[in-house]
């Protein structure tokens, strides 16, 4: 198994960045598809990015990448807009991945983006 802690977040104005951290123990990242998800307040966990693929909400401000190693991913959040708070997730899996939640066996705990108007 993998474990995920995230690090990161906090509140940004808007037009801000922000990046976003997850370290990875227990396992290499290598053999891992990991994305980033996002959930704010009623509503359900969305996908931002996997790999080289993006949400449109995000295609052109936010960027996933990853550094083996430190067996970690990042997420670097540009132009950030009050609709981008939420809590905000990496996720990890070995066999699936993709852009739904439910494809995904590893989370990290998530931490909370606030971008103010």
């Known amino acids: 198994q993998v474990q995920l802690v995230q690090s990161g977040g906090g509140l940004v104005q808007a037009g801000g960045s922000l990046r976003l951290s997850c370290a990875a123990s227990?396992?290499?990242?290598?053999?891992?598809?990991m994305g980033w998800f996002r959930q704010a307040p009623g509503k359900e966990r969305e996908f931002i990015a996997s790999s080289a693929v993006y949400a449109d909400s995000v295609k052109g401000r936010f960027t996933i990448s990853r550094d083996n190693a430190k067996n970690t991913v990042y997420l670097q959040m540009n132009s950030l807009k009050p609709e981008d708070t939420a809590v905000y997730y990496c996720?990890?899996?070995?066999?699936?991945?993709?852009?739904?939640?439910?494809?995904?066996?590893?989370w990290g705990q998530g931490t909370q983006v606030t971008v103010s108007s």
């Open positions: 227990g396992r290499t990242l290598n053999r891992y598809t």
């Open positions: 996720a990890a899996d070995e066999f699936r991945g993709g852009t739904y939640y439910r494809d995904y066996a590893y």
